[in-house]
T-cell receptor
């Protein structure tokens, strides 16, 4: 079954304690990205990756890191989490798109992170 | 930069039609999408429209695109309680090379039995 898998689904942590949220896709997609969802703000892109070892900042990258050592995995790293990073996080993947070819983003189930 | 706006909340009675509206700013948008997010779940693609189309119909869903006004709408006919969810409008520019999708704030649809 084609899917994007995130872990964990729920996480409560304390300020400053490093954490990693994993994301894995089994569709051989080149493009992967991380979003955070906050009430009234919709989805905002944190980081994205166009392929292995190619990553770039999205709209709200501060306080986050990512890596793309393998095509299927795209972990999100919070080196020193703070309460303002309490949010619902989504990983998504899609095909690399040539001009005019539609692609669909497939989303993981989400990770609800609480930083106290 | 790109900006996609939606109203935050819509309430309709079961059996009525729902219309969710969206405006976007990027005139180079190639594809416009509607995603559905059910409670506790990720987003799923509901439908999409290519920018050279005015309308697309898929069973109970009708998408209307006014490219001049940069206005997109999603009409759900005979709305059911199972349609209760958050609906996100999204646009993807014709940038080629990679997909950069910008999402709106989401409209929470509440269906009253």
């Amino acid at each position: 079954e084609a899917q994007v898998t995130q872990n964990p689904r729920y996480l409560i942590t304390v300020t400053g304690k490093k954490l990693t949220v994993t994301c894995s896709q089994n569709m051989n997609h080149e493009y992967m990205s991380w979003y955070r969802q906050d009430p009234g703000l919709g989805l905002r892109q944190i980081y994205y990756s166009m392929n292995v070892e190619v990553t770039d900042k999205g709209d709200v990258p501060e306080g986050y890191k990512v890596s793309r050592k393998e095509k299927r995995n795209f972990p999100l790293i919070l080196e020193s989490p703070s309460p303002n990073q309490t949010s619902l996080y989504f990983c998504a993947s899609s095909l690399y798109r040539d001009r005019g070819r539609r692609t669909e983003a497939f989303f993981g189930q989400g990770t609800r992170l609480t930083v106290v | 930069g790109e900006d996609v706006e939606q109203s935050l909340f819509l309430s309709v009675r079961e059996g009525d039609s729902s219309v969710i509206n969206c405006t976007y700013t990027d005139s180079s948008s190639t594809y416009l999408y509607w995603y559905k997010q059910e409670p506790g779940a990720g987003l799923q693609l509901l439908t999409y429209i290519f920018s050279n189309m005015d309308m697309k119909q898929d069973q109970r869903l009708t998408v209307l695109l006014n490219k001049k006004d940069k206005h997109l709408s999603l009409r759900i006919a005979d709305t059911q309680t199972g349609d209760s969810a958050i609906y996100f409008c999204a646009e993807s520019p014709n940038s080629g090379g990679y997909q950069k999708v910008t999402f709106g704030t989401g409209t929470k649809l509440q269906v009253i039995p």
